[in-house]
């Protein structure tokens, strides 16, 4: 998963970006990027880490110009965390264009050979990512004749693109010299919204996966780009839009809401708040039918996500909730720390109990999914030191059984915990009295009330192996788990921390620090 953020301004919009990523840092924590177009000249500096520490003021003064894109990164399946993969990239063929992109593309491995075999161009890295500018660039070339390019050349590519290309794609661009170009793929698996700002010289335009940044960074919500359209916004300020499929179909990934946005976006018009409420009430049925009601003292929830779910599951069920953990605020996700030794010890130390709110309790803890379990066992067993009577723990998510494919790093199939057990076996894994699950069909319905009614499919795949591309054979996965586990691969991720990378690309001056 990654955040990705354009702006089309009237004056420097390096602070902005850098606003708008700080703002999306939750989507990735793994490596940051701006480019800034100023002139003909793009501005680049990337590095691995958090926001904060990629960018300091010297990276962000020669980070001019009124126009960028920003990136915030997190390893997806089967991908090494690299500087050299991340984002922006950027191709100097035609024109000058940098790309950045939130999601996974899933015949990457076929356009590489088509890259290689009949476009003549070259992948340096194993990124979907830089195939994907790759793709986008070569469709581009096709359509030019000479320096000049228009919004319907743009439009055209971007319809070539989304025939080559499977898989998941929120897309923000710029193309020196012209503009700034974003684009979702034709199911809208991934999301991408649009701003405006009004300003005496006119509308300046922002991009982002969430509308939380358009809050923040003070621009006007207008709309979710919707799924196969293409924007195009130039420099001077013009706005282009076109739906680039023939059959577009709006089919969004229900994990945002389930773990990934903040709860204060709104996406696709579903206020992932309100959306993890009705998860909330929803999952109160099923525990009434699981556990007779009284056998529960309090409800707690598993800090932060499942917040909002397990206030509404004790609303309704006439509970008290109480916070039961203290979370050092100052240490990021565990689940980005690269191997399992380090990830169990940043569990301890990230969750510390209040003995008080357990001690001689029948506690119903919340969280909003389970994925490998490693959490839930260590937090179990923290809160039975604690001197629990009998612990309960509900998902607000139904089992994770199914590797996920479309952006959302999820374990091999071997180490998800639901896979091939069956409840029971998963609450003895984990050391509870009993496990409860939402139903996907509970799931769904919470999502798509939040919605009013106007969407009710949703990419499942990680809960019934049901892939919306229709591409995903056994192979497909076998072969993306097996480069997962592969020594490489975790070698790359526990490469060398502080890596930055900085770039001027334009007219006559090129420099790689
Ligand atoms: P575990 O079951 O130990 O793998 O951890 C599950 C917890 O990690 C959930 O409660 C979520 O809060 C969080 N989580 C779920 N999916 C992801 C993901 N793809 N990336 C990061 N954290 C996740």
Do not use: W
Request: a negative charge; proline letters at 4%; aromatic letters at 8%.
């Amino acid at each position: 998963m990654c955040g990705i953020v354009g702006i089309v301004a009237k004056t420097p919009v390096n602070q902005l970006l850098y606003d708008g990523l700080l703002v999306l840092q939750h989507r990735g924590q793994d490596a940051a990027g701006i480019v800034t177009a100023e002139g003909l000249t793009l501005h680049m500096h990337k590095g691995q880490g958090l926001v904060s520490d990629v960018f300091r003021t010297r990276n962000m003064r020669s980070l001019m110009g009124n126009a960028g894109i920003g990136h915030v990164r997190y390893p997806t399946a089967g991908s090494a965390s690299s500087l050299a993969e991340s984002q922006p990239f950027y191709v100097n063929s035609p024109f000058g264009i940098v790309l950045a992109h939130n999601g996974n593309l899933t015949n990457d491995k076929q356009l590489k050979e088509d890259m290689y075999r009949t476009d003549l161009r070259h992948i340096n890295t194993n990124s979907d990512s830089e195939a994907l500018l790759n793709v986008f660039a070569h469709e581009l070339s096709r359509r030019v004749k000479g320096p000049q390019l228009n919004a319907e050349t743009i439009f055209d590519a971007i319809a070539a693109v989304h025939d080559r290309v499977k898989g998941a794609y929120a897309v923000v661009a710029m193309i020196a010299g012209f503009g700034l170009v974003a684009f979702r793929d034709p199911y809208g698996i991934r999301p991408l919204c649009l701003g405006t700002h009004e300003t005496p010289e006119g509308l300046e335009y922002i991009v982002a996966s969430e509308s939380v940044a358009h809050d923040v960074l003070g621009f006007k919500f207008e709309r979710d780009i919707a799924p196969g359209e293409a924007v195009f916004v130039t420099f001077d300020g013009e706005f282009y839009s076109k739906q680039c499929h023939a059959n577009p179909v709006l089919v969004p990934c229900i994990f945002e809401h389930v773990y990934f946005a903040r709860p204060d976006s709104v996406i696709d018009g579903i206020s992932v708040h309100e959306a993890r409420l009705n998860m909330g009430e929803n999952l109160a049925d099923k525990v009434t039918a699981v556990i007779p009601r009284l056998d529960i003292d309090v409800v707690i929830p598993i800090p932060d996500t499942s917040r909002d779910s397990a206030l509404q599951l004790a609303n309704k069920l006439g509970l008290p909730y109480r916070e039961g953990f203290m979370k050092n605020r100052y240490i990021g996700r565990t689940f980005i720390m690269p191997g399992q030794a380090s990830r169990k010890k940043s569990v301890r130390q990230k969750l510390n109990p209040i003995a008080v709110e357990f001690r001689g309790k029948n506690v119903l803890l919340v969280d909003d999914s389970i994925v490998r379990g490693t959490t839930s066992r260590q937090i179990v067993q923290m809160v039975r030191d604690c001197g629990a009577t009998k612990v309960y723990l509900a998902s607000a998510a139904p089992p994770v059984m199914y590797p996920h494919v479309y952006g959302i790093d999820m374990p091999t199939r071997a180490e998800l915990i639901a896979t091939g057990r069956t409840d029971q076996q998963i609450a003895d894994e984990i050391g509870v009295d009993a496990i409860i699950y939402q139903e996907l069909d509970a799931l769904i319905d919470a999502c798509s009330k939040a919605s009013g009614g106007a969407i009710t499919s949703f990419e499942t795949s990680c809960f019934d192996g049901k892939y919306i591309t229709g591409d995903i054979t056994l192979a497909y996965l076998d072969e993306l788990e097996a480069k997962r586990l592969s020594p490489l691969s975790a070698k790359a991720s526990d490469a060398a921390e502080s890596h930055l990378l900085d770039m001027n690309i334009g007219v006559g001056e090129q420099n790689l620090l």
